[in-house]
Antibody
């Protein structure tokens, strides 16, 4: 059974760079049937998609965050990462990593988020 | 921009049917997914590709999608179904993922 586990920045100050890693266990991050995604949820609010990355390294980002986001994959460590620079209080949220199953089709048409990590809280405060 | 709108809350009596709608421009032209999120937990996929259930999801969960509206139906609602529910779809013209505004289902 594939599992995802987030780790990284917890309490941060404004203008710093958020850095999170999602460790993949029970399966290979290089499997071409899947992409890897980040989603966040501010306290008491709804879900916001941040972006996803193919095993090849190609990325798709939410336009509202695109200028500050970088995602990467490390196949040797079987994990993928998120960096978000110049954080503000508005970036305070639970950050989830998720597997995006594309089943040979276009992820942005048939992709489904079928496995999620437990989430990690990131707080931005001065 | 592509937006998905859900009612903020739905109340249902135990054993009755709860219907949650998700509205978006030409949503029926895309696949819709639905997620259940209990307090303090990660979202769980309960419906994908409009009406398919992942393994382990009870048969009381069903979905449909046509025109501008996708609907999640919970038949014979149980107390354990009390949670927030989010729809999700892809805007294939922009390759962007959109989540709905979320609906809190209360079983009373």
């Amino acid at each position: 059974q594939l599992r995802l586990q987030e780790s990284g920045s917890g309490l941060m100050k404004p203008s710093q760079t958020l850095s999170l890693t999602c460790a993949v266990s029970g399966g290979s991050i290089s499997n071409g049937d899947y992409s890897w995604s980040w989603i966040r949820q501010p306290p008491g609010k709804g879900l916001e998609w941040i972006g996803y990355i193919y095993h090849s390294g190609s990325t798709y980002y939410n336009p509202s965050l695109k200028s500050r986001v970088t995602m990467s994959v490390d196949r040797s460590k079987n994990h993928f990462s998120l960096k978000l620079n110049s954080v503000t209080a508005a970036d305070t949220a639970v950050y989830f990593c998720a597997r995006l199953s594309c089943n040979g089709g276009l992820c942005y048409s048939v992709g489904l988020f079928d496995i999620w990590g437990q989430g990690t809280m990131v707080t931005v405060s001065s | 921009s592509f937006e998905l709108t859900q009612p903020p809350s739905v109340s249902v009596s135990p054993g009755q049917t709860a219907s949650i709608t998700c509205s978006g421009d030409k949503l029926g032209d895309q696949f819709a997914s639905w997620f259940q999120q209990r307090p303090g937990q990660s979202p769980v996929l309960v419906i994908y590709q409009d009406s398919k259930r992942p393994p382990g999801i009870p048969e009381r969960f069903s979905g449909s999608n046509s025109g501008n509206t996708a609907t999640l139906t919970i038949s014979g609602t149980q107390a354990v179904d009390e949670a927030d529910y989010y729809c999700q779809a892809w805007d294939s013209s922009t390759a962007l993922c959109v989540f709905g505004t979320g609906t809190k289902v209360t079983v009373v």
